[in-house]
């Protein structure tokens, strides 16, 4: 039963309609502006690749009964933003994008999952840190049956080790490890999409 459930959850297909994007503490003081610590590593590149992402689902549709416009969800969180400042504005969020501060590491707190609710099929996420935040919103979503959907060129560390086994352990929980091209393709479905040359 539990290898079925599995399964089902590997599985699954991406839909706009199906699926919400959570963005997790992409923050200001993380940048290669500032210095704390040791710096994301490639966080340029990484804030790139998820504005890419928010850019796909803000634009992406799904026509329901040939008449219902149904636009994916987007919810960001900021992890004590009174220090870590808040999320930087090359990510291009929507202007009416839910924003909540944290200080629990998981995204799972209760406005996020007040706007999953009904749940969704799969959750696409990215974000910081890989080992930290993302990791426990991961275990948290996967625990609800929800299937994780982790992008691995949106995802990053401070440390090349911890961004590593970070992805091993959310890979070994039932998480599936893609890649930014994979999910914004999967979301099309295939060049026919009207939005496809604008993703």
């Not at 994301?40 to 804030?47: R, S």
């Not at 400042?85 to 909540?100: S, Y």
């Not at 200080?103 to 996420?125: A, D």
């Not at 090349?160 to 070994?172: G, H, P, S, T, Y």
């Amino acid at each position: 039963m539990e290898d079925q459930k599995m399964a089902s959850r590997v599985f699954t297909r991406l839909t706009t309609k199906d699926s919400a994007l959570l963005v997790c503490d992409l923050q200001e003081k993380f940048s290669y502006r500032w210095t704390f610590r040791q710096t994301i590593i490639k966080f340029p590149e990484v804030v790139t690749v998820a504005a890419r992402l928010v850019a796909a689902a803000t634009t992406l549709e799904s026509i329901y009964c040939n008449r219902v416009i149904i636009k994916m969800p987007i919810i960001g969180t900021e992890q004590y933003p009174k220090g870590l400042g808040h999320l930087v504005p090359e990510l291009n969020l929507p202007e009416k994008t839910p924003i909540f501060d944290k200080t629990k590491f998981s995204m799972c707190i209760p406005p996020v999952e007040q706007l999953l609710s009904p749940t969704p099929k799969s959750v696409i996420l990215c974000g910081i840190e890989a080992h930290v935040c993302v990791l426990q919103t991961t275990l948290d979503l996967l625990e609800k049956g929800i299937t994780v959907h982790v992008v691995a060129d949106a995802t990053s560390s401070r440390s090349a080790v911890d961004r590593a086994f970070a992805f091993k352990q959310m890979e070994k929980a039932g998480a599936i490890l893609t890649t930014s091209e994979c999910v914004i393709l999967g979301l099309c479905g295939g060049a026919d999409h009207p939005k496809f040359k604008q993703v």
